[in-house]
């Protein structure tokens, strides 16, 4: 036995011991535990549960609503969104899908991040005991890290499922270490504030961090006072509970490297369980890793409709958690009870 086969063989017998003894423990905890990735941990099951789809980024994402009703889920390092319907049509480019249904699925698809998709059977603990069989879909970027899943809902899968996996192989995938962007002092760019008083849609946002090489969390650091507010690290709480009690519609983001993931709609009050804020909504959950928050801006940006200005947590390393708006339509200016919510939280400790 070579040592591929036994490093194979050795993340095989931990993850049969991780699931006989926890049942519902997810991959990405089990991965951990072993010091490998997500990708990693399901490449090692090729053949036995899991199989490559060998399909391209954007043939994959054609299929999804071809495949009933699913639960997705996109993760942050800090925050994971579930939901469960139907995926709408694929829209788009071979490097950027859309899959917009606002207020259902509606995800925006990163799929030049897209490097290995496998369909995985499962075996799940049943409500009545013994196991039920679960199907899902997985994409994974070329470190390993899950971009985006799928997972069908229904007794009797569609056809699509099927025909999936007829195409599956057992071809591995490569993957390579992930690195965490170097610290640096912030930059100077003195025409920062011209460029984003003149954006008339927020999708030029992304084309001025990339003219400017910066990262989101340097950009609001480099307009603090003008277009950006810093807030205390609990204002995340804060504006979801005001926004529940006064039955407030949002936009939830969470981004993966490949995958945003939008919710649009009245927000139930957050409950917190083993140390995360969550949301369990009828058709959502949202559960937010808040103690790995540690900087919030309230972020303006100008529009053709009077601007917009959204809620956005970041982690340590400066990685986007979740991003927050009012539930808005193209073309209608933003709400002002979700102005007025944000203008009253509390700023950030100077000291901080």
């Not at 519609?249 to 993966?256: G, I, R, Y």
């Amino acid at each position: 036995m070579n040592a591929a086969t036994q490093t194979r063989q050795a993340i095989l017998d931990a993850l049969d011991a991780a699931r006989e003894a926890t049942p519902h423990l997810p991959a990405l905890d089990i991965a951990r535990r072993l010091d490998i990735s997500e990708g990693e941990l399901q490449a090692a099951r090729l053949g036995r549960d899991v199989f490559t789809l060998p399909l391209s980024p954007h043939a994959l994402a054609a299929r999804f609503h071809q495949l009933g009703e699913v639960k997705a889920l996109t993760r942050s390092r800090h925050a994971v969104l579930e939901q469960q319907g139907v995926y709408p049509p694929l829209r788009g480019s071979e490097q950027a899908g859309l899959l917009l249904a606002p207020g259902g699925l509606d995800l925006r698809l990163h799929l030049t991040q897209w490097h290995w998709a496998c369909l995985i059977r499962d075996r799940m603990p049943g409500k009545e005991g013994g196991s039920v069989p679960r199907l899902s879909v997985q994409i994974f970027d070329r470190h390993g890290i899950a971009l985006h899943k799928l997972f069908s809902l229904a007794a009797e899968p569609p056809e699509a499922w099927q025909e999936l996996q007829a195409l599956g192989s057992t071809r591995e995938p490569a993957f390579t270490q992930a690195a965490e962007p170097l610290p640096r002092a912030l930059p100077t760019v003195p025409t920062l504030a011209e460029e984003w008083a003149q954006m008339s849609d927020v999708h030029q946002f992304f084309a001025l961090l990339k003219r400017h090489q910066l990262r989101r969390h340097e950009a609001n650091s480099l307009m603090e006072g003008r277009f950006t507010r810093a807030l205390h690290p609990g204002a995340c709480e804060t504006a979801l509970r005001e926004a529940a009690s006064d039955e407030l519609p949002l936009m939830l983001f969470v981004a993966s490297p490949g995958c945003v993931q939008i919710r649009t709609g009245k927000v139930p009050a957050p409950q917190r369980m083993r140390g995360w804020l969550n949301l369990f909504g009828k058709d959502f959950t949202l559960h937010l890793d808040d103690a790995n928050i540690a900087r919030v801006w309230q972020v303006h940006k100008p529009n053709r409709d009077g601007g917009v200005t959204s809620l956005e947590a970041f982690d340590a390393q400066g990685g986007l958690v979740l991003q927050i708006y009012a539930e808005r339509r193209e073309g209608q200016g933003e709400r002002r009870e979700w102005r007025r919510l944000l203008d009253g939280l509390d700023a950030r400790e100077a000291a901080a």
